[in-house]
């Protein structure tokens, strides 16, 4: 059941916060650098591909990257090798948003050689036998195959053994194709663990795609640009779980140079998508609502993005102040989908990378951004905070869900107030830019909810119950 979804903190012991402020946010611990970058080609190598490509054989398998991860004419997040492409699906579901191009299938679409026709049973005993693709597989090439990523990394063999020409070397060879791959034979490196070679299907298939030659041009190392980190040391299972699943749906986005990022765009914050109910204050009543605790996420994110001098397009304060922030005042951002997203536009030299991560012994969570860095740097002055007003008298509510004589207080009242927080940033040029974060925190009554048998003390103010 899909339903509108309150993105702010699950009800926990929340704190005044109008004390002294620090001037940045929290760094954290840095998760492991992953990217790598290949001078022998200009191109860089991370996140999701990156793994994929160090568990599989890396260089020998795959080859040097040839292009960068962009965007194609189609809309696909790509990166080409010297012997495979790979496809990223940022808006999939999280297991299944990384693959490989079909490049053997592809490229022999429509061949008429009798290799390429469709067996009932192997040719021999001795050879395995696929009835997915009606082809065998023995000898070097099933070995190799076996042991250097099978069906994960080559896919089904769609024709059987036979002698093809090689252009790039100018000779013949051995060759048999496979969904993913061409497997060649060289009995020069007998003996050696080169004796099965792919073939460049990755470097094939770019020659004939101007997007893909046109996004050869050597690139920058990836560098960090900016960070963040968050805790949530007295959060519940519920919180921490929406935190978590959110984390992991961002994690891993690349957006592309221009591009605009949409945290209401990243996916589908419902049941459905693994988010649970958490418990919420709603126009001064405890309701249940999906995705509590993902304004942590958001938060989180904005700040990482705001410390790597990026483009805040759209962002909107908490009405309250909360104390998983880290007290920083003015520097938060709440999301309420569909009304109310957060968005920023990346307007560095090259495509930005999100890496998130979520580390539930420490109670914390972190936010990366890599990508291109230009020499901007980011400065901030503040919070400077004026118009305090004191919260009003301590809210009860019924729960009949509580043990008889129980009181729990889901809320630590706190002040309100106008927060005007500041970020200069200075370009490589000296020319600066200077944003202003304000945000009008309301003040905020302490809540009590309360069992049977109790009654509210005299002067509190008493809601419905839910």
């Not at 418990?279 to 509590?292: D, M």
């Not at 307007?347 to 951004?369: E, K, L, N």
Request: charged content about 15%; aromatic content about 12%; hydrophobic content about 40%.
């Amino acid at each position: 059941m899909h339903r509108p979804v309150l993105l702010i903190a699950t009800l926990l012991v929340l704190v005044s916060a109008l004390a002294s402020q620090t001037a940045a946010a929290a760094p954290g611990a840095q998760p492991v650098a992953t990217f790598a970058y290949y001078p022998q080609t200009g191109h860089n190598v991370g996140m999701q591909v990156k793994q994929f490509f160090d568990a599989n054989g890396g260089l020998d398998i795959i080859g040097l990257p040839l292009t960068d991860l962009f965007v194609d004419a189609s809309g696909l997040q790509v990166q080409y090798f010297e012997r495979a492409r790979f496809e990223l699906r940022p808006s999939a579901p999280v297991g299944s948003r990384l693959s490989l191009t079909r490049l053997g299938a592809m490229l022999t679409e429509g061949r008429g050689e009798p290799a390429f026709d469709w067996l009932a049973a192997s040719p021999d005993p001795a050879r395995d036998f696929f009835p997915q693709s009606g082809h065998s597989l023995g000898g070097a090439f099933g070995w190799f195959w076996q042991t250097r990523g099978g069906l994960a990394v080559f896919g089904y063999p769609i024709s059987e053994e036979f002698e093809e020409w090689n252009p790039e070397a100018g000779q013949v060879y051995l060759v048999q194709y496979f969904e993913r791959a061409r497997f060649e034979y060289h009995p020069e490196n007998a003996g050696t663990p080169y004796d099965v070679m792919l073939g460049s299907l990755g470097r094939t298939l770019l020659e004939r795609n101007p997007d893909a030659l046109a996004a050869t041009a050597p690139a920058s190392p990836v560098e960090l640009l900016g960070q963040a980190s968050t805790g949530f040391s007295s959060s519940d299972y519920a919180r921490v779980t929406n935190i978590s699943r959110a984390t992991e749906m961002i994690d891993g986005y690349m957006v592309p140079q221009g591009a605009e990022f949409s945290f209401a765009g990243v996916g589908d914050f419902s049941e459905e998508s693994g988010f649970v109910d958490g418990y919420a204050i709603v126009s001064g009543r405890l309701e249940k609502v999906i995705g509590g605790g993902l304004c942590q996420v958001s938060t989180t994110l904005f700040r990482a993005v705001s410390n790597s001098g990026l483009q805040i397009t759209r962002r909107v304060g908490h009405s309250h102040v909360v104390y998983f922030y880290e007290n920083i005042l003015g520097f938060d951002a709440t999301v309420y989908i569909p009304g109310v997203d957060f968005r920023w536009r990346n307007d560095s030299p090259g495509p930005v990378y999100i890496i998130g991560t979520v580390d539930r012994g420490a109670a914390r969570m972190t936010f990366q951004i890599w990508g291109t860095n230009d020499g901007r740097q980011v400065t901030y002055d503040g919070p400077y905070a004026k118009n305090r007003t004191q919260p009003g008298a301590p809210v009860w509510q019924y729960d009949r869900n509580l043990p008889t004589g129980a009181v729990r207080q889901l809320v630590h009242g706190r002040a309100g107030a106008d927060v005007s927080y500041y970020r200069t940033i200075t370009f490589a040029d000296g020319t600066t830019s200077r944003n202003t974060y304000f945000t009008r925190y309301t003040p905020w009554e302490d809540f009590y909810t309360y069992g049977p048998g109790v009654t509210p003390p005299d002067g509190a103010t008493i809601i419905p119950s839910r």
